[in-house]
């Protein structure tokens, strides 16, 4: 079935660097979404990607669809403490069912201010 | 617009009890999701219902089940809880297929 891996696994960074995380599918996905979760949160939608080779922008942050549209990827320039939170991919889910997503395991962000 | 309301926010359980929790969803939504959150293997999909039947199931033993009712409120339910089981439980919905979902605060589960 269909796995979604994620990495890195926790990423330090200094406030102000760059931060890219990186998801990639076992197979094809017809779309992929992004979600953050702050410490003690709930995940909260950001972006969803659909066409091959999709890129999009919110603010400092970029995400992009590959061309195969097995892997994705969010940057985020100029790291801030407000992006302190685990950052998720998730895609259709396995199994060919219609409904419901399948999560990376997702990436930790932690700021050094 | 109200958001996705989850009950209760807490919850301490002995082994081989069993629990059910609640899940209402944003007006209008139909389509309500639960996921088990646990800091080793992050979020997994429990299942999915839409209009009251599910649609869709992730690979989770029997013990987990749930329902949805007429008016888009859900419910799931663990019997014989394990040390295991302790997680936190989010619920999500969405309006329809391929669209964003909505998580709600969760219910974080304690067995012991």
């Known amino acids: 079935g269909q796995q979604v891996m994620q990495i890195p696994q926790y990423q330090h960074v200094q406030e102000g660097e760059d931060f890219t995380t990186y998801c990639n599918s076992s197979?094809?996905?017809?779309?992929i979404q992004w979600y953050k979760q702050r410490p003690g949160g709930h995940p909260v939608f950001l972006i969803q990607?659909?066409?091959?080779?999709e890129v999009k922008k919110q603010k400092r942050l970029t995400f992009q669809f590959g061309e195969a549209k097995k892997n994705s990827s969010l940057h985020i320039t100029a790291t801030q403490t407000t992006d302190v939170g685990t950052y998720f991919c998730?895609?259709?889910?396995?199994?060919?069912?219609?409904?419901?997503?399948?999560f990376g395991k997702g990436t930790h962000l932690i700021i050094q201010p | 617009k109200a958001g996705v309301t989850q009950t209760p926010r807490y919850l301490i359980k002995t082994r081989g009890q069993q629990v059910t929790l609640s899940c209402s969803p944003i007006?209008?939504?139909?389509?309500v999701s639960w996921y088990q959150q646990t800091p080793g293997q992050g979020l997994q999909f429990l299942f999915e219902?839409?209009?009251?039947?599910?649609?869709n199931k992730g690979n989770f033993p029997g013990r987990f089940s749930g329902r949805q009712f007429s008016n888009s409120r859900s419910e799931m339910n663990v019997s014989t809880l394990e040390l295991g089981d302790s997680a936190l439980y989010l619920c999500?919905?969405?309006?329809?297929?391929?669209?964003?979902?909505?998580f709600g605060q969760g219910t974080r589960l304690t067995v012991v």
């Open positions: 999500a919905s969405r309006s329809n297929r391929n669209t964003e979902a909505f």
């Open positions: 197979t094809t996905l017809s779309n």
């Open positions: 990607l659909v066409k091959s080779g």
């Open positions: 998730a895609g259709p889910p396995r199994g060919g069912g219609a409904d419901g997503l399948t």
């Open positions: 007006s209008g939504h139909r389509s």
């Open positions: 219902y839409f209009s009251e039947t599910q649609r």
